[in-house]
């Protein structure tokens, strides 16, 4: 059973940064796909980023604002957020698996952490 928890949330200002971190236990079997969902409240769940081996994919809503990163020595996954927009507020989730077909979509992920919220004011 994969583990996740993440932290780094907070509250910042328009045009502020934080950097998500979300530590996994140990994948026991080779390569996996990992990534940043966020929930607002009264919306559904949004694929932000994910990541598998050296590929990267990005909503476009965050490109080249958010970034997404693993380091696989310390089993975390990272989600470096810049030029922060009250309509980034949300609670964001990591999620895992080997195996994704839409990585934007929420189903296609069988592990999540518990969240960690993140708050933008103007």
């Known amino acids: 059973q994969v583990q996740l928890v993440e932290s780094g949330g907070g509250s910042v200002q328009t045009g502020g940064s934080l950097r998500l971190s979300c530590a996994a236990s140990?994948?026991?079997?080779?390569?996996?796909?990992m990534g940043w969902f966020r929930q607002a409240p009264g919306k559904d769940g949004e694929g932000v980023a994910s990541?598998?081996?050296?590929?990267?994919y990005y909503a476009d809503s965050v490109k080249g604002r958010f970034t997404i990163s693993q380091d696989n020595a310390k089993n975390t996954l990272y989600l470096q957020m810049n030029s922060l927009k009250p309509e980034d507020t949300a609670m964001f989730y990591c999620?895992?698996?080997?195996?994704?077909?839409?990585?934007?979509?929420?189903?296609?992920?069988?592990?999540w952490g518990q969240g960690t919220q993140v708050t933008v004011s103007s």
């Open positions: 990541i598998y081996g050296v590929n990267t």
């Open positions: 999620a895992a698996d080997k195996s994704v077909r839409r990585w934007w979509t929420p189903e296609s992920w069988a592990y």
């Open positions: 140990r994948w026991t079997y080779g390569p996996h796909w």
